[in-house]
């Protein structure tokens, strides 16, 4: 059965920083696209980056460029968020999701999408 869980998620102050991490089990994680999501209550969720299938591109939305990176492979069956000079804005759960996108670059669309984690908190305050 396909599952992706996440880790990593913590309480840390302003300028700090995390590394989020999303373990693909039971698939073949390599051959899947994977995206990193965030949500706040009340409001959508948001895609924030994400990576192509097979070691393809990355991309990144502009309010966490610069400061967020996404790599994958180390370990095995795991991308990562790096996560650096966090902003109480960055508060939120962050969650991970996966599709095999197998044409054009990844996406930061909730509904292209199949496969999702349960999510990880991220609470950036002093």
């Known amino acids: 059965q396909l599952q992706l869980v996440e880790s990593g998620g913590d309480l840390v102050q302003p300028g700090g920083s995390l590394r989020l991490s999303c373990v693909g089990i039971?698939?073949?994680?390599?051959?899947?696209?994977v995206g990193w999501f965030r949500q706040v209550p009340g409001k959508e969720r948001e895609g924030i980056s994400c990576?192509?299938?097979?070691?393809?591109?990355?991309r990144y939305v502009d309010s966490v460029k610069d400061r967020f990176t996404i790599s994958r492979g180390d370990p095995d069956h795991t991308v990562s968020l790096q996560m650096n000079n966090l902003k109480p804005e960055d508060t939120a759960i962050y969650y991970c999701?996966?599709?095999?996108?197998?044409?054009?670059?990844?996406?930061?669309?909730?509904?292209?999408?199949?496969?999702w984690g349960q999510g990880t908190p991220v609470t950036v305050s002093s």
């Open positions: 999701a996966a599709d095999l996108n197998l044409f054009g670059d990844c996406e930061l669309t909730m509904s292209k999408y199949k496969h």
């Open positions: 039971g698939f073949a994680f390599d051959h899947y696209s």
């Open positions: 990576v192509k299938r097979m070691g393809g591109p990355t």
